[in-house]
């Protein structure tokens, strides 16, 4: 009997989750007889992907990795596709299927397997992100670099990321009441994670701070159940909801707003 993607789904989460506890895991390394560490693969640069390039049913997707790393790219239903990184960390994969599509990523350096820190998503409509489960997506290559994002749950816990002018210091009011501050970094990408759960339906946001002052709408609603796969995009007013499974089995809703 063939499983369905949801059920595919979760068997590749927990496995996924299993293997970034493993990489993961705060255990020192051990010491050679001259006091070096003998294992230097916490010291290699994260495994990310900085490019999406899509023609037709194709995509190919590149990144940087440690120097002569596997690189893994891991759908739903358990197909792997890898690729040794070269000597300057370059990798680059191409992948066929429909859109939108997620998958896990990793990287084996001195045969441990060191997982990114999310999932990567990537549809023509949004372009591609860093999925994480509880904390803010982040753009990957072009993405929406100007997008205001909204990644929340089912209790209204909620994170609000987008771009403004570097290392500075921007607070979020929900109903003119202030809900949060955050810094942006020397890039100029900001999260601020709101005090307090947001309700479910309208709510007015304003976020300024040097440089910004923005104020919209939001309009927050629990997920439906996902019946089909592991992911849902719906169209937005000018932006795209994208509804997701997170390794713990719950669904996180990311809204990309203009």
Request: hydrophobic share 40%; glycine share 14%.
């Amino acid at each position: 009997m063939r499983r369905s993607p949801v059920v595919a789904f979760l068997r590749f989460l927990s496995v996924f989750a299993v293997l970034a506890l493993a990489g993961c895991s705060p255990q020192p390394p051990p010491q050679d007889p001259a006091g070096g560490r003998q294992d230097e693969a916490a010291y290699f640069p994260p495994v990310s992907v900085d490019r999406f390039q899509s023609a037709g049913p194709d995509t190919e997707i590149t990144g940087l990795a440690a120097a002569g790393a596997r690189v893994q790219l891991t759908r739903p239903g358990g197909e792997r596709l890898t690729v040794e990184a070269d000597a300057e960390g370059r990798w680059r994969l191409q992948v066929t299927g429909g859109a939108p599509m997620v998958f896990g990523l990793s990287q084996v350096v001195q045969g441990r397997t060191l997982q990114a820190e999310g999932y990567v998503f990537h549809s023509p409509a949004t372009g591609g992100w860093l999925l994480r489960a509880g904390a803010s997506a982040r753009p990957l290559g072009d993405a929406g670099r100007r997008a205001l994002v909204i990644d929340y749950d089912r209790r209204g816990g909620t994170i609000i990321s987008g771009q403004a002018p570097p290392e500075g210091l921007f607070v979020a009011q929900i109903n003119g009441r202030r809900a949060g501050e955050g810094r942006s970094d020397v890039s100029g990408r900001y999260e601020i994670r709101l005090n307090g759960p947001v309700p479910m339906g309208e709510s007015r946001l304003r976020v300024f701070g040097e440089g910004l002052n923005r104020e919209m709408v939001l309009r927050l609603s629990s997920p439906a159940p996902l019946v089909e796969g592991p992911v849902r995009v719906t169209p937005l007013v000018g932006g795209t909801r994208i509804d997701w499974m997170t390794p713990g089995g719950g669904v996180q809703s990311t809204e990309v707003l203009p």
